[in-house]
């Protein structure tokens, strides 16, 4: 599926294989257990890819601090019996960025960072990323590492909550429109990116 993807795109467009730098950490714990997405660490590594093949210095784990939250039970588990629960581990910043929230009903708000930092164990653990799946997010870096004129869009579902934050490093702004909602905010996505 991502070979037949890539041979159809366009020539200005330039593919990021993360698929390699996940197969490499395979042994790792880059998914959950008993959810679909990548976990905080696999995220990393698409990051990193990402970085790398646009020829950016990747921000190094060893600078920002490890928190967890026990007890999550994904996706999986509303359908099926439980796999077994999953820990949820997110990095904190060693800079600032916070993060202007639109919500689903239109409501904005600044979160001091792109972290949920009072989710708890649950279903819904996840959200701990970008305050969960809002329309749109936009992540204001204060990274020694990035360019204050550099934008970056990221168009996202479920995987991109958790990449979204390591690309505050290299951008002064990230801004995460969720495809699935962004129709509720009445803005074609056309006008958003024009603007």
């Not at 990193?48 to 646009?54: E, I, P, Q, V, Y």
């Not at 600032?96 to 689903?104: G, I, K, R």
Request: with cysteine.
């Amino acid at each position: 599926f991502i070979t037949s993807v890539n041979n159809a795109l366009s020539d200005k467009v330039k593919s990021v294989n993360a698929y390699d730098s996940l197969v490499v950490h395979n042994n790792d714990y880059i998914y959950y257990k008993s959810d679909d997405n990548w976990t905080d660490l696999g995220a990393y590594y698409g990051y990193d890819a990402f970085a790398k093949a646009t020829g950016q210095t990747p921000l190094d784990l060893a600078n920002c601090e490890d928190k967890t939250i026990e007890g999550f039970y994904g996706s999986y588990s509303l359908y099926t019996a439980v796999p077994g629960e999953d820990t949820v581990h997110y990095r904190v910043l060693p800079y600032e960025a916070p993060m202007d929230v639109t919500d689903q009903n239109g409501v904005s708000y600044t979160n001091p960072s792109p972290y949920y930092e009072a989710a708890t164990s649950g279903s819904f653990t996840y959200g701990v990323f970008l305050v969960g799946d809002n329309p749109l997010c936009v992540i204001r870096s204060s990274s020694p590492a990035a360019q204050k004129d550099k934008k970056l869009l990221v168009v996202k579902e479920d995987y991109g909550d958790a990449i979204a934050p390591y690309l505050s490093y290299n951008y002064g702004e990230v801004h995460v429109i969720d495809y699935r909602y962004f129709d509720s905010m009445g803005m074609k996505f056309s006008d958003y990116c024009s603007q």
